[in-house]
Every structure is written in C-alpha cells, then in structure tokens.
C-alpha cells in the first residue's frame, strides 16, 4: 500500500476523483477513527438515507464527540443529503466535520446540489504520482498499463489488462448506463474510442462527430460527461501578447494512460514509438496536475501552437509569472526542439524554458535547461519552477 501525497484538511471537505483512484481508501487511512462512516454504494444504506434524509441529522445528534468526522462516500449517488450536511454544519456549535467524495460532479450539478456555500474545501484524488509509488515505479509499465492503483499493484501483465477491461466496463455500466447520461450507449462507446485515439491532440469537435457518426452536439455533450465524471481534462490554448496567428482550440486528455489505452482498444499491444511520445506527454502533463492541485501550487496550464508550426509543449503560469516545457520521449537532446520555447523566451511571454526527456543529465543548450523527467517531476512537486514570492 502506497503512502498518499494529499494530506487531511482540518476542516469539512469535498473528496472528488475518478473511480479507482484510492479515494476510499485514503479515507480510510486518514479517517479510520470516523464517528460514522456512510458507503452509499451499499444498497441498503443507499436506500435507507434515499427513503429519510433527515435519519443523518438523528444519527450525528446522537454522536458523543461534537467533533466527530463523518464520511460519506460516493455522494452523488445521493445529493439531497447535501442538504442535511448544509444544515448540521450552519445549526452546529459543535463542529461537526463532514469528508464527502464522490467520483462525479455531473449528477450533482445536474439536481442542482447544494455545495455547502463554501463550507466545504473542495480536494481531489488523482492515480498514484510517480514520487507515491517510488522505487516500485517502472517508466514503461505506467506508460502502458497507467498509475490506478489496481493497476500499479497488479503482479503480472495479464492482470493489468484484465482490470483495465473491468474498469471501463464498470465505468460505462455504473457511471453513464445507471446514471442514464445519454441514449445511445452504442454511439457513446464508439465516441469513447475516438477521444480516446485523440488523446493529446487538438480538439475538433466536427472531426470527431463525423468520426463517430452523431451530431456535433451530441459529441459537445459526451466531452462534458468525460469531463464531469472526471476522465478527461481541457488542456486551453495560451494567448500570448504578440502579433501572432494563434491557434485557439483546447486540447483533451485523458486522466490515464492505461485507462486511455483501454478505451482505445490498444492496452493488450506494446505502445508504438509513435504511441510512447504522447503517453509520455500525457504522464509529465497529468503528474503536473495532481501535484500542483496536492501541493496547492496554484498554477494554470495551457499549451502553445501558432498557425505556423510553433508549438510549446505546456506553459506553467501563475499570477503574471509563465515558465515553458517543451517534453520529449527521447533519451538525447535536439537543439530544434527548442523553437517554439525560443520564440515565447524572446517575446518575454515566458520567464524560463525547460525541456523535460528521458535522458539522465540535465543540460543547458542554448537558453533551455533540459532535465531527467525524474528531477522535474521533484521540482514540479516543490514548486521549484514558480517559487512563491517572498
């Protein structure tokens, strides 16, 4: 069992993340002592607090320690409890802490949940980092089989691809057919598919309407699923302050690269050399992410493209402050993979440049410094690359 970077807040919080990603778990390390504990995935405490919200409020008035934590887990499946929990947090003198997770905002936003007014933090879950899983992790196996934690502890390769297949068949059965999220289970499949072989890539919703065979808004609507059910992010375009022909389209990733590889129907195949530079990608971009929102860094990300052909990886931003990455698979260094982190450095729309490779040394070519994914995946976490002011 992995040592989880995302530490326990004082306070009442939200725990959002995609199933499998040890939500339940960390809770349960971080909160084993909890008061009262609600798993609403069990049908009969499902139906119990379905048939009479209010028994929540009977159960944590008959607590003893008026300071209690109280998890529920999985509280999309159940919003009108946010209500109760509203309630027993603005009535209490008492304190009561509520740990609520859950792995989908849509059904909450969807009801038109009550979020708690800023009473609650809202935390996330992400798969395991490569500084959790230490000196078990393997480039090669996370590239392919991706870092859920069922995965990561699956002893054998055979075992890795059998819980990817369940766990798409879980999310398409528990997440989007008993949630009813859209009509055509069919159609949706073959989208996931599509978006799944565009991870990376520039977004073109036309594209992949066509590709699939549904409208454009149909297509509008199944990103926002993967979005809301947390698959899927936005990666958006950065406008810089040149004159510049920019382009402007987001770019969408999956949160996982076994995951993405699952749905695209290739985990059973070894990653081409074509497949291993945006795997790759897609692992420094999400680690990026889960540390910066687990160290509360408070960056922004965007990425760079101009009509042209210039292109910057990631551009790490903060406030008025922008460093570039350019990231590379490649175990050696070209001085032509700076150019695009050239042109932003000469405009001022970026302070520094990094490259970010499987090499082993850092390296300074030209205005760049070039590190080992390992060191910028430890400065990430630090946030060594936009200190905060002093």
């Known amino acids: 069992m992995y040592s989880r ?27 084993g002592h909890a008061a009262l504990s609600i798993n609403l995935l069990k049908s009969d405490e499902y139906l119990r607090y379905k048939r009479d919200p209010s028994l929540l409020a009977q159960e ?47 059904k909450l936003k969807r009801s038109h949940a009550n979020m708690l007014a800023g009473r609650a933090l809202s935390k996330r879950m992400f798969p395991l980092s490569m500084l959790e899983i230490g000196e078990d992790f393997r480039l090669p196996d996370v590239l392919r089989y991706g870092q859920l934690p069922l995965s990561v502890t699956s002893a054998t390769s055979e075992e890795k691809i059998e819980f990817l297949d369940a766990y798409v068949e879980t999310y398409l059965k528990e997440e989007i057919q008993q949630e009813a999220l859209v009509r055509n289970l069919d159609s949706f499949y073959r989208f996931l598919s599509v978006a799944a072989l565009m991870n990376g890539q520039l977004l073109n919703i036309t594209n992949v309407a066509r590709d699939v065979g549904v409208a454009r808004s149909t297509v509008q609507g ?57 795997l790759f990608e897609t692992f420094i971009l999400n680690e990026f992410r889960a540390l910066n929102s687990w160290r509360s860094h408070g960056a922004q990300f965007f990425y760079w493209r101009t009509e042209s052909g210039n292109e910057v990886d990631l551009i790490w931003k903060r406030g008025r402050q922008a460093v570039g990455f350019e990231i590379k698979s490649s175990c050696t260094w070209k001085e032509r993979f700076n150019k695009g982190l050239n042109v932003l450095l000469r405009s001022g729309d970026i302070r520094q440049a990094f490259g970010v490779y499987r090499g082993k040394r850092v390296l300074k070519v030209g205005n760049i410094t070039v590190l080992p994914y390992e060191q910028a995946v430890e400065m990430a976490s630090k946030g060594s690359f936009l200190p905060a002011s002093s």
């Open 5 to 31: 970077i995302l530490t326990l807040p004082e306070k009442s919080f939200f725990l959002f993340g995609p199933r499998g990603t040890g939500k339940s778990v960390w809770l349960d390390q971080r909160l």
């Open 222 to 278: 199944y990103f926002s699923i993967l979005e809301d059910t947390l698959l899927g992010w936005y990666l958006p375009a950065y406008r810089n302050k040149a004159k510049i022909k920019e382009v402007a389209h987001p770019k969408f990733y999956l949160f996982d690269s076994g995951v993405q590889r699952a749905l695209a129907g290739l985990h059973r195949d070894k990653p081409s050399e074509i497949d291993v530079g945006v």
């Open 60 to 106: 944590v008035a008959a607590l003893r320690n008026k300071k209690a934590w109280i998890i529920i887990d999985e509280i999309q499946k159940l919003p009108e409890l946010l209500d109760e929990v509203h309630a027993l947090l603005f009535e209490s003198r008492h304190g009561y802490r509520f740990a609520l997770s859950g792995s989908s905002a849509r």
